[in-house]
């Protein structure tokens, strides 16, 4: 069973910025891609970034510009930086893996952005 640790979450003031970090339980370069969603009560949960087994990413328009991500795959691990924080970031974000059919999810970080 694949499972995936989120860490780094926490309260910040907008402007600044935060670094998140996903541990896999087996060696990311299984999965088709990894990524990071977020999700506010009330609201679906939306895509904020993935990266594929060939290193290519994808953003979601709302973070385009201000979030990268990356990894190690000797760490097994799967980063969001996120800069210029906006209140309109504060949501969970959740780690993702995805290996054909099978979605894989972590039990999420909170963001809280707010002065």
């Known amino acids: 069973q694949v499972q995936l640790l989120e860490s780094g979450g926490g309260l910040v003031q907008p402007g600044e910025s935060l670094r998140l970090s996903c541990l896999a339980s087996?060696?990311?370069?299984?999965?088709?891609?990894m990524g990071w969603y977020r999700q506010a009560p009330g609201k679906e949960r939306e895509l904020v970034a993935t990266i594929n087994v060939g290193g290519n990413t994808r953003f979601g328009d709302s973070v385009k510009g201000r979030y990268t991500i990356s990894r190690d795959g000797e760490k097994k691990m799967v980063y969001l930086q996120m800069n210029n924080l906006k209140p309109e970031d504060t949501e969970v974000y959740y780690c993702?893996?995805?290996?054909?059919?099978?979605?894989?999810w972590g039990q999420g970080t909170q963001v809280t952005v707010s002065w």
């Open positions: 993702n893996a995805n290996i054909w059919s099978s979605n894989y």
């Open positions: 087996e060696n990311i370069f299984n999965f088709n891609w």
